[in-house]
């Protein structure tokens, strides 16, 4: 019933001469998911993907593809494919000549080189661009092209680091849709790199959420969302209000999960006045000033219309998280 594992990393640990790295990562992939490596800057996902992709040694653990122990293996030998943030195409082939390059060295036919390259132009929807210079083209259609020219070599595992990060929102959007399109077409297995956690839940099968070189949650958008594992989590996937106990815990509450009423201070789980309402296309938030701090609450625009600045409300907290200070234990309340 269960996909059979494709990629297994065990118990790896890749450190700098400085310290800073990666510690005990543990992580399985199936045949045909796609995992995103997910967290801020530093922390250590590139670190991992190179060591995936053959292009760091690890100081201690194992990498397995097929359950085959693969660390030992150059780049080259190992069935995996990386795409880098910059874009890597060679600014002085075309468009076929990058794409044909990687299969000329595998000693297919042209004609089936041919017909490869037109297949899977037409999949990243770049059909009628071979004969283009890198520097005739889009960002994001160089992207496409680094996508494709990867996917051609057929590799069993795909690393792909920020491939979108310099694209503007719109088209990163569109390149998002299309890569997992292509993704489950062809069934590849896919981790993923991003420090983008919207990009990540929209992607992913699984996120593997990282914390200065740990893994601190894996799970699929929605375990992730609903059950944030940690404070750090909480803060980093989706919008969070904190609220500091007099017992030193905090309580977490998501927008969506926070009622207004009108009224003075008393009901609710706090009070409050009122000091933004604002329109986010499609529903509004409104920012409640408390001796707390700030609660942000996510209304309708029927919900919106009955507040105004400086209004007394109170807020009732329906489904929150509750976190330990300075520990990582949460308990859903
Ligand atoms: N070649 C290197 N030599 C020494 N330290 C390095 C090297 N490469 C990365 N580091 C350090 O290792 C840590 C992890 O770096 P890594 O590049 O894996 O982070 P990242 O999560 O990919 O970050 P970003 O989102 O900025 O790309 C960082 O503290 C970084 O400064
Ligand atoms: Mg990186």
Redesign the pocket.
């Given at each position: 019933m269960d996909k059979p594992t494709k990629l297994e990393i065990r118990n790896m640990t890749k450190l700098?001469?400085?310290g800073?790295?990666?510690r005990n990562i543990n992580l399985s992939v199936s045949l045909g998911e796609l995992v995103t490596?997910l967290?801020?800057?530093?922390?250590?996902?590139?670190?991992?993907?190179?060591t995936v992709g053959g292009f760091l040694q690890c100081d201690s653990g194992k990498i397995l593809i097929d359950g085959q122990d693969i660390s030992q293996l150059p780049p080259e030998k190992r069935p995996t494919a990386m795409v880098f943030?910059s874009y890597n195409l060679w600014p002085h082939m075309t468009v076929y000549e990058n794409m044909a390059f990687g299969l000329k060295l595998r000693r297919i036919s042209k004609q089936e080189i041919s017909e490869r390259i037109t297949r899977m132009l037409d999949l990243v929807k770049m059909a009628g661009f071979e004969k283009k210079y890198p520097n005739q083209m889009s960002g994001g259609q160089q992207q496409r092209i680094a996508i494709a020219r990867s996917l051609l070599l057929e590799p069993q595992v795909l690393l792909l680091?920020?491939p979108f990060s310099a694209l503007d929102a719109k088209i990163r959007s569109q390149m998002r849709e299309e890569l997992r399109k292509i993704q489950t077409d062809l069934a590849i297995t896919v981790v993923f790199?991003t420090?983008d956690q919207e990009e990540a839940m929209a992607l992913s099968d699984r996120i593997v959420v990282?914390n200065k070189?740990s893994v601190e949650q894996i799970g699929t958008p929605g375990e992730i969302y609903e059950n944030p594992a940690t404070r750090y989590i909480a803060g980093f996937i989706g919008e969070m209000n904190f609220i500091e106990q007099r017992d030193g815990t905090t309580v977490a509450v998501r927008p969506e999960n926070v009622r207004l009423e009108l009224g003075d201070a008393t009901g609710g789980d706090i009070g409050g006045i009122v000091r933004t309402i604002m329109m986010l296309g499609h529903f509004y938030e409104i920012a409640v000033g408390t001796d707390k701090g700030i609660v942000k609450a996510f209304a309708s625009a029927e919900e919106a219309a009955q507040f105004k600045h400086g209004d007394l409300v109170n807020c009732f907290f329906d489904g929150t998280y509750r976190y330990q200070p300075n520990s990582d234990q949460t308990e859903n309340v």
């Open positions: 700098y001469k400085n800073d790295g990666v490596l967290g801020p800057s530093g922390c250590g996902k590139t670190t991992i993907l190179r943030q680091d920020e790199v420090h990282m070189g």
